[in-house]
């Protein structure tokens, strides 16, 4: 493994935006935009060192934009699927998922990847 390639870190929208009763139900593509900025701004607490951010949206939040410091993807599908997809081609480059789905965090543990909760992104 390349010490200088950064941390892949995949957010799980819907599970991150839907730990905190809000209102996210809403306007659910509005919180998941406030997550990405939060994220662009923020970054991934506890982790100083180089990381790429991917966002993983789906269902009424396919759609929100990419923004400088994270990358947003729309699954066309189940963001499950698309989120176990990308650590699958990340060819053994160091994954952190974050999310509370306990199936995702399943799969993707299987393929290497690390997880943490909702509250490392999200106070």
Same mark, same amino acid.
């Given at each position: 493994?390349?010490?200088?390639?950064?941390?892949?870190?995949?957010?799980?929208? +819907?599970?991150?935006?839907?730990?905190?009763?809000?209102?996210?139900?809403?306007?659910?593509?509005?919180?998941? @935009?406030?997550?990405?900025?939060?994220?662009?701004?923020?970054?991934?607490?506890?982790?100083?060192?180089?990381?790429?951010? !991917?966002?993983?949206?789906?269902?009424?939040? =396919?759609?929100?934009?990419?923004?400088?410091?994270?990358?947003? @993807?729309? +699954? +066309?599908?189940?963001?499950?699927?698309?989120?176990?997809?990308? !650590?699958? =081609?990340?060819?053994?480059?160091?994954?952190?998922?974050?999310?509370?789905?306990? @199936?995702?965090?399943?799969?993707?543990? @299987?393929?290497? +990847?690390?997880?943490?909760?909702? =509250?490392? !992104? =999200?106070?």
């Amino acid at each position: 493994m390349n010490d200088d390639v950064p941390l892949l870190v995949i957010v799980d929208a +819907a599970n991150v935006v839907g730990s905190v009763p809000d209102g996210w139900w809403r306007d659910r593509r509005g919180a998941a @935009e406030r997550l990405r900025d939060r994220l662009a701004a923020d970054g991934v607490p506890g982790h100083a060192g180089p990381v790429e951010i !991917v966002l993983v949206v789906e269902g009424a939040a =396919r759609g929100v934009g990419t923004v400088p410091g994270v990358r947003v @993807e729309s +699954a +066309a599908g189940s963001g499950d699927d698309h989120m176990v997809d990308l !650590v699958a =081609r990340s060819e053994g480059r160091p994954c952190l998922v974050v999310t509370a789905d306990r @199936e995702l965090r399943r799969r993707v543990t @299987e393929l290497g +990847a690390d997880v943490t909760g909702p =509250r490392t !992104v =999200r106070p």
